[in-house]
């Protein structure tokens, strides 16, 4: 298989960059969907032992001592709270700080390394996409399938960047922006089953098969089905 488009079809590069990105959204919608968002926080008793002796029993210097062992560890104790509130901003925190636990990477924290993937992706697909011709249109697709194949894909990889962006800011800042992320969900969602439909309606998908699966087309058969 050639690595690059052209008059034969769609090279391995472009398909390569399109199966890794549909598998990093599949996989991202998964863990952000299965993965708990807060958790419970076992409670802890920050009363230090010889605080039911303070007052007359001890001394101002005891008891000073003894409300700072109680402080700390009722600090503690709202820090350790604060992070299972807000389990995807400690994700972002340990990861920004390169403070893997030694267990693994949480769902948390994958879903935050697969938006900062996806952004890679994005990038990655621009980049050759302006080193490499696209093949013609499928002699399938009539001018207004070819308008709407162009208007998905531009919204697709416009998503691409816009979905992990606003997902990152809403972990990175504080009171971060809620409805753009789930504004951004949305549409695409709608522009995925714009695409699908286009591509299954059409039976266009054979265009992106690797030549060694069943179904996949080589040389002259498979044409563009996709816009600039």
Not at 87 to 106: E, F, M
Not at 163 to 170: I, N, Y
Request: proline share 7%.
């Amino acid at each position: 298989m050639r690595l690059r488009n052209g008059e034969h079809g769609y090279g391995a590069v472009t398909k390569a960059l399109h199966w890794l990105t549909v598998l990093a959204f599949a996989l991202q919608f998964v863990v952000g969907y299965t993965m708990e968002t807060d958790g419970d926080v076992p409670k802890v008793e920050c009363d230090p032992a010889g605080e039911d002796r303070g007052g007359g029993d001890t001394s101002d210097a005891e008891d000073d001592r003894l409300d700072r062992v109680e402080d700390r560890c009722e600090a503690r104790q709202d820090a350790r709270e604060d992070r299972a509130d807000d389990t995807l901003g400690a994700a972002w925190d340990d990861l920004w700080a390169g403070d893997l636990p030694a267990q693994g990477v949480s769902l948390p924290e994958a879903h935050v390394l697969l938006g900062l993937l996806i952004l890679l992706l994005g990038a990655a697909r621009v980049g050759w996409r302006r080193t490499t011709p696209l093949p013609p249109w499928d002699p399938r697709l009539t001018p207004l399938d070819q308008r709407i194949v162009h208007a998905t894909e531009l919204a697709l990889l416009t998503l691409m960047f816009a979905v992990p962006a606003s997902g990152l800011l809403l972990v990175a800042v504080d009171d971060g922006p809620v409805a753009v992320h789930v504004a951004a969900h949305i549409c695409f969602f709608v522009a995925l089953g714009a695409h699908l439909a286009m591509v299954l309606g059409r039976r266009l998908l054979p265009r992106m098969l690797p030549r060694m699966l069943p179904g996949g087309r080589s040389g002259a058969e498979v044409s563009r089905a996709a816009g600039p």
